[in-house]
């Protein structure tokens, strides 16, 4: 008998482990039975092996927990997300085991330079009366051959450094493939459709609106920041994703201002359909005649696929990490000009206070191969949730 772990520290060549124990048998829990595989046991055979060293100088050794329960108020302490030395006599290997390879990980909480991230997988981020996705956009020309070879943006949320130390919370956190043409899909509240804005260093890049069709009822609907227009420009482009230490030259390690995107919804109070020449508002009486084919295309009412029957990651505690030396930070920047159609109809009230806003923070994997290697382990780099927004 003999139980057969994997154990990582990062992405770089040797930086993964196997290991054999002999005698042990991981899913027995009872640790006084002799077969018991502890994370002590692990520990030792690390050191043992020289993959680990014991704590020094800017080399402090912890195991990263996979499943962590939140408190009575749904927050996560740093202390139940990596595993304290005291604890590791009695707790079972097993239930750090990441995928069915038995694979754990293992984080140095002291590095030096860039650290090790952990956060949470999600299919959507949520705050207010908004959800916000983040996709490769996959339905205007040219989209197939920007996009081909990179995988769906990973979601994370509540990402911090695993370096005690820092004071570091990404609230909301977007991990994708260098020069991604993106979209972020919304769904939101709002009276008779919503607004939709999206910022950049305090600048608007992104301003436009949704109605429901008329005497829907829902108050709920969709839209998408799908393209990059700011007032100044007369072109509308496309939302890439690019490498910000590549084009600054900065040194992996040294302090970085790390670029959020935010996004946030309005309340549509009123729109004035043009055909019709007529104001829909909350009480709006008399039905709408003759409504062009553009403003129908406009006034999207159709529901996201799969929207409430996706998984419930948003609340799930599953732990991804990303080691120090795979992610570089990124940045949203313009892509080529792209055209979309309008509707006829325009916004006239609109609610001063925002609905929900979210403020997504962004990272790009240095290479695919470190991509495959460290998301594809946790099994959601394959086609997920997101990837399937539009009901068409």
């Known amino acids: 008998m003999a139980c057969r772990i994997k154990c990582s520290k990062g992405s770089k060549k040797g930086d993964s482990i196997e290991l054999v124990f002999e005698g042990k048998d991981s ?16 520990r030792d055979r690390l050191v043992a092996e020289g993959f680990i060293g014991n704590d020094a100088e800017h080399a402090v050794w912890r195991f990263v927990v996979e499943n962590v329960a939140s408190d009575e108020k749904k927050k996560t302490r740093y202390s139940d997300r990596i595993l304290g030395t005291e604890a590791e006599e009695l707790y079972p290997a097993k239930r750090l085991f990441i995928n069915e390879r038995n694979e754990i990980v293992i984080t140095n ?19 207010g009366k908004i959800k916000v996705w983040c996709r490769l956009r996959d339905y205007v020309e040219g989209d197939e051959d920007a996009n081909k070879g990179k995988f769906q943006p990973v979601m994370l949320t509540d990402v911090i450094t695993t370096r005690e130390s820092d004071d570091v919370n990404y609230k909301f956190a977007c991990i994708c ?63 890439t994703v690019k490498n910000v230490t590549k084009d600054t030259g900065v040194v992996p390690g040294t302090a970085l201002r790390y670029q959020k995107i935010t996004i946030y919804t309005q309340d549509l109070l009123s729109w004035y359909d043009i055909p019709t020449k007529t104001t829909f508002t909350e009480n709006t ?57 309008c509707g006829q109809w325009y916004v006239r009230d609109v609610g001063k ?40």
């Open 285 to 341: 009486q008399r039905p709408l005649q003759n409504m062009g084919t553009a403003a129908k295309t406009l006034a999207v009412s159709g529901k996201l696929n799969g929207m409430h029957a996706l998984s419930a990651s948003a609340d799930s505690k599953k732990q991804i990490e990303l080691p120090g030396g795979s992610y570089d930070p990124g940045e949203i920047t313009e892509g080529a000009a792209v055209e979309f159609g």
């Open 109 to 127: 909480v002291d590095k030096s330079g860039r650290p090790d991230l952990i956060g949470f997988a999600t299919d959507y981020f949520n705050n």
């Open 27 to 42: 899913s027995v829990t009872d640790f006084e039975d002799e077969r018991f595989l502890s994370l002590r046991n692990v």
């Open 177 to 239: 493939c260098e020069d991604s043409v993106l979209e972020f899909p919304v769904e939101s509240y709002g009276t008779v459709g919503i607004v939709i804005r999206a910022e950049l260093d305090n600048t608007i890049i992104y301003d436009s609106a949704v109605h429901w069709a008329p005497f829907d009822k829902k108050l709920y609907g969709c839209g998408s920041v799908n393209c990059m227009k700011r007032p100044e420009d007369k072109e509308v482009h496309n939302i």
């Open 353 to 392: 206070e925002k609905l929900g806003s979210v403020s997504i923070y962004m990272f790009v994997f240095k290479t695919l191969e470190d991509a495959e290697k460290i998301i594809g382990r946790y099994n959601v780099l394959t086609e997920n949730a997101q990837a399937s927004f539009w009901n068409r």
